[in-house]
């Protein structure tokens, strides 16, 4: 066999035997894919010798700078590991298998640096995916023709083992070297992660897809192909990948696009639905583990919540933007405060842009502080909001840092919206003298710019509802006056000449008059119904109250009667749930 060279050549350091390489070589050629019965016993009589062989062959390929220097010195290596990878009794049998895979991956170059190492890159996964996947070839066949073996067994096998040797290799990172001369093997991170590219939608892969997903990144060498992050991506969002959550959360880490499409996928999803209530956010947010992986993560925050801020800019007076964006802020900030503290990042971080003396304010939940601390606390944040909004004003000339301050005060003001909740119900009671702290903070809410908004008017409108409701609810005695009904009806519509006051902010304070008032449970439910019935908004009332319940049963509720007012929430959902609901 005169074609055969030695594997090694004169040159090289003597670590292996010529005649010993020239032999195995020519067993290799000799065996083919073992389809006759004198090659398989032949095989079978030799495999304990391969074995030593295979691993004196790893130690010297381990010894080589380079995989361009082990193929000079070992010019007809790749040959004899590609008739060795397709014979099934050296696959099949552990110890060789796994030499096999070892001697393959020590080969594989992280970073290529000539034609011959993207070459033999390109090889090794060919030859490993073709392994661990094919089920049509002809050494398939020949198991299952002279071994028995069913194709599928056989190629889980080759897979599991596969997986495990790489679970190994990828579990060493730099601390795990001895010798400083060793070559790094944070590596064959990059080479099992695009070896695993044709595979992500095997179960069987699923532990190494998760481990590479979560490998500490200890060094600039432990990247992860692109190519593999877009196909787990992909099988991941088609589920047709399944992932243990950290592996997910870690997966939004690694790759912005697979992030963006996961908010984007669960907006679509929950503002598309019809029917929905802040309730149903909740639990879909919950599930989108979203929340938890923000917490966790303050760069993953970031980009969702840069996300939420377009959306708001983009639909500024929807009621269901607005919903979704204070449920996803309420779930963040739980999954937050169950973080251990040494774990967890300064407030800042997250809110860099946020006026630094509202943050904590806001942020702070009406649960952690006495109810009769609200008012000053309100009136506090509304005189603050105000400040901002004048010094707003005094820049109309120059620039839009003015601007730029108060829309990302009113997008916080926007995530923590239980304030502007509370702000609704302590005006139910509130007298003509208290007032005009918490409509102010109402109207900025509904209204938070003045160009094209007419803020100094809007307080007007809203005054004029306010005045209007607290009539009905506290003052008039029974029969109902249809004119002042009527009245109330056309302030939830636009009125010609004159901007319109935001229908949700009259819903807002009509749901909870008929929720806190005093009256008899009969006539606070006769105005809401007989308002939002004429003005086509019953099922926009719905959500009103579904939020209103939300907040109730998170402990913010300054009432004394607490089982009084949910029983009439309940009694109020009955009558307006006979309709259908409009998405929330």
């Known amino acids: 066999m005169s074609q055969l060279q030695p594997l090694i050549q004169p040159q090289a350091e003597p670590l292996l035997d010529v005649q010993e390489m020239q032999f195995w070589l020519e067993k290799a050629v000799a065996w083919g894919q073992a389809d006759s019965p004198d090659t398989q016993k032949d095989t079978c009589l030799y495999l304990s010798r391969l074995r030593a062989f295979l691993q004196l062959l790893l130690t010297h390929i381990n010894k080589m700078s380079s995989t361009t220097e082990t193929m000079r010195r070992l010019p007809f290596l790749g040959q004899f590991l590609g008739r060795i990878c397709w014979n099934p009794y050296v696959t099949a049998d552990a110890a060789s298998s796994r030499l096999l895979f070892q001697s393959l991956w020590s080969l594989y170059s992280e970073h290529p640096s000539n034609a011959l190492e993207r070459k033999a890159n390109q090889w090794i996964r060919k030859v490993l995916c073709q392994l661990a996947t094919e089920e049509d070839d002809t050494t398939t066949q020949a198991l299952v023709k002279h071994m028995g073996v069913p194709p599928k067994e056989y190629h889980l096998k080759i897979l599991r083992k596969m997986v495990a040797l790489l679970l190994e290799k990828i579990g060493k990172g730099c601390s795990s070297l001895v010798n400083a001369k060793q070559r790094c093997s944070c590596g064959s991170v990059l080479a099992a992660s695009e070896a695993c590219v044709t595979l992500v939608t095997y179960p069987e892969a699923a532990p190494l897809i998760g481990a590479l997903l979560q490998r500490p990144v200890t060094c600039v060498r432990a990247a992860l192909s692109q190519e593999f992050l877009d196909a787990v991506s992909s099988a991941y969002s088609s589920q047709r990948l399944s992932l243990e959550e950290q592996a997910v959360v870690?997966?939004?880490?690694?790759?912005?696009?697979?992030?963006?499409?996961?908010?984007?996928?669960?907006?679509?999803?929950?503002?598309?639905?019809?029917?929905?209530?802040?309730?149903?956010?909740?639990?879909?947010?919950?599930?989108?583990?979203?929340?938890?992986?923000?917490?966790?993560?303050?760069?993953?925050?970031?980009?969702?919540?840069?996300?939420?801020?377009?959306?708001?800019?983009?639909?500024?007076?929807?009621?269901?933007?607005?919903?979704?964006?204070?449920?996803?802020?309420?779930?963040?900030?739980?999954?937050?405060?169950?973080?251990?503290?040494?774990?967890?990042?300064?407030?800042?971080?997250?809110?860099?842009?946020?006026?630094?003396?509202?943050?904590?304010?806001?942020?702070?939940?009406?649960?952690?502080?006495?109810?009769?601390?609200?008012?000053?606390?309100?009136?506090?944040?509304?005189?603050?909001?105000?400040?901002?909004?004048?010094?707003?004003?005094?820049?109309?000339?120059?620039?839009?840092?003015?601007?730029?301050?108060?829309?990302?005060?009113?997008?916080?003001?926007?995530?923590?919206?239980?304030?502007?909740?509370?702000?609704?119900?302590?005006?139910?009671?509130?007298?003509?003298?208290?007032?005009?702290?918490?409509?102010?903070?109402?109207?900025?809410?509904?209204?938070?710019?003045?160009?094209?908004?007419?803020?100094?008017?809007?307080?007007?409108?809203?005054?004029?509802?306010?005045?209007?409701?607290?009539?009905?609810?506290?003052?008039?005695?029974?029969?109902?006056?249809?004119?002042?009904?009527?009245?109330?009806?056309?302030?939830?519509?636009?009125?010609?000449?004159?901007?319109?006051?935001?229908?949700?902010?009259?819903?807002?304070?009509?749901?909870?008059?008929?929720?806190?008032?005093?009256?008899?449970?009969?006539?606070?439910?006769?105005?809401?119904?007989?308002?939002?019935?004429?003005?086509?908004?019953?099922?926009?009332?719905?959500?009103?109250?579904?939020?209103?319940?939300?907040?109730?049963?998170?402990?913010?509720?300054?009432?004394?009667?607490?089982?009084?007012?949910?029983?009439?929430?309940?009694?109020?959902?009955?009558?307006?749930?006979?309709?259908?609901?409009?998405?929330?």
Request: proline letters at 7%; aromatic letters at 6%; one cysteine or more.
């Open 250 to 584: 870690s997966l939004w880490c690694h790759s912005l696009p697979s992030l963006e499409g996961a908010v984007l996928s669960l907006l679509e999803s929950v503002l598309t639905n019809t029917g929905s209530t802040p309730h149903n956010f909740e639990q879909q947010l919950t599930q989108s583990m979203l929340p938890k992986a923000c917490a966790q993560h303050c760069s993953v925050f970031l980009v969702v919540n840069d996300i939420l801020r377009s959306l708001l800019k983009q639909a500024e007076g929807n009621k269901c933007v607005l919903s979704l964006i204070q449920t996803f802020t309420s779930c963040f900030l739980r999954e937050l405060a169950l973080l251990q503290p040494q774990k967890a990042v300064s407030l800042k971080a997250f809110f860099p842009n946020t006026p630094q003396n509202l943050l904590v304010p806001l942020l702070t939940q009406p649960s952690e502080m006495p109810q009769e601390a609200w008012k000053d606390h309100l009136n506090w944040l509304s005189g603050s909001l105000q400040r901002l909004t004048e010094e707003e004003d005094e820049d109309e000339d120059g620039g839009t840092r003015g601007q730029c301050v108060v829309f990302e005060a009113w997008f916080l003001l926007v995530q923590c919206a239980h304030w502007v909740q509370v702000a609704v119900e302590l005006l139910v009671m509130a007298g003509p003298e208290d007032c005009g702290p918490l409509l102010w903070l109402l109207t900025f809410y509904h209204h938070p710019t003045n160009r094209g908004h007419h803020r100094t008017q809007q307080l007007v409108n809203a005054r004029e509802a306010w005045d209007r409701l607290r009539s009905l609810f506290l003052l008039l005695a029974p029969p109902l006056p249809p004119d002042r009904l009527q009245s109330l009806v056309e302030l939830l519509s636009p009125r010609p000449q004159q901007p319109c006051l935001a229908p949700l902010l009259v819903l807002s304070l009509l749901v909870n008059f008929a929720v806190f008032s005093q009256k008899s449970l009969s006539e606070p439910t006769e105005i809401l119904w007989t308002v939002v019935e004429r003005s086509g908004l019953v099922g926009e009332a719905a959500c009103v109250l579904s939020s209103v319940e939300l907040r109730l049963n998170g402990g913010s509720c300054s009432s004394s009667d607490a089982n009084r007012v949910q029983l009439r929430i309940k009694a109020l959902q009955n009558i307006l749930t006979h309709t259908h609901m409009e998405p929330c």
